[in-house]
């Protein structure tokens, strides 16, 4: 079992210091409390703020932050996963529907696993943007979640709304995922989201899933908070309130197991079926 630590917290827009401050205060608590990973929020190190990234955040200092995040990992001993913009590969292609309205380069929002050494051992880029401000700024992935061995436990992460297609979690899932890492930025007024929707994520592709939301105000939104961690066969193991909270939650593997032998939802699909299915559709 792994002790998993999972940050709550409003950001301030374009205030990196601010923000490195909140995330390296959870890291001391969090390592204090033996956790071994934390968790944090979607853009939590800039600000939830689409466009205002797009249009004010200067792609060059993102190394830099990279850097003072790996320091916090090292500095407090644990697992970071954070995530930042990143500009897309040039050679990457995507749907003329989320092509960037605005000027530049292409961005994509990007999640990143470190160790306690401060080491990347896992990037994401997100595939699903929510709203017209990310369509905005930023531009969907095309490359499914990758699986890494962590503290024993086989981990992947998605982004947000990511995690509300069940063929993007089953996609962790079929790949070995036993615990599913997500930061995320969900607006108040989607409470089924954490509530119901990541439970059954949870239970129908049998691994951890932990979600890490903003709380507060930020630009123009106004966040749930309500972050959660669901075990395999769907239970809740940690939740959050509205305010600034953070979560602990014990995640292993013998769960998952229990949980996958118990009702072989992954060894029983039938995905040549489906796909039949689909193009009769």
């Not at 959870?26 to 071994?36: K, M, N, Y």
């Not at 292993?252 to 995905?271: I, M, N, Q, S």
């Amino acid at each position: 079992m792994m002790l998993l630590a999972i940050l709550q917290a409003n950001a301030s827009v374009m205030d990196v210091d601010a923000n490195l401050r909140t995330i390296e205060d959870a890291a001391q608590r969090a390592s204090s409390a033996g956790a071994a990973l934390l968790l944090t929020p979607e853009l939590f190190p800039v600000g939830y703020a689409p466009l205002r990234l797009h249009a004010e955040l200067d792609p060059a200092t993102l190394p830099a932050v990279r850097e003072r995040l790996a320091g916090i990992a090292r500095t407090h001993g644990i697992g970071l996963v954070y995530s930042l913009p990143a500009v897309a590969p040039k050679e990457a292609t995507h749907d003329d529907a989320a092509q960037p309205a605005l000027a530049g380069d292409a961005w994509h929002i990007t999640a990143t696993l470190l160790d306690a050494s401060g080491d990347e051992i896992l990037n994401y880029a997100k595939v699903h943007l929510f709203g017209p401000e990310e369509h905005k700024a930023f531009v969907g992935a095309h490359v499914p979640p990758a699986v890494v061995d962590f503290n024993g436990i086989r981990t992947s992460m998605l982004i947000c709304y990511d995690v509300e297609f069940p063929e993007a979690v089953r996609a962790a899932a079929t790949r070995g995922a036993e615990l599913l890492l997500v930061p995320t930025a969900l607006s108040a007024g989607f409470e089924n989201v954490p509530q119901v929707l990541i439970r059954a994520r949870a239970l129908e592709s049998q691994l951890n899933v932990a979600y890490a939301n903003h709380s507060g105000h930020e630009d123009i939104y106004n966040f749930l908070g309500g972050s959660v961690v669901a075990g395999p066969d769907g239970s809740l193991l940690a939740a959050a309130g509205e305010g600034a909270a953070l979560l602990f939650a014990e995640v292993g593997t013998e769960t998952v197991k229990a949980a996958r032998d118990e009702v072989p939802y992954l060894r029983e699909r039938r995905p040549e079926l489906y796909n039949e299915w689909e193009q009769q559709a």
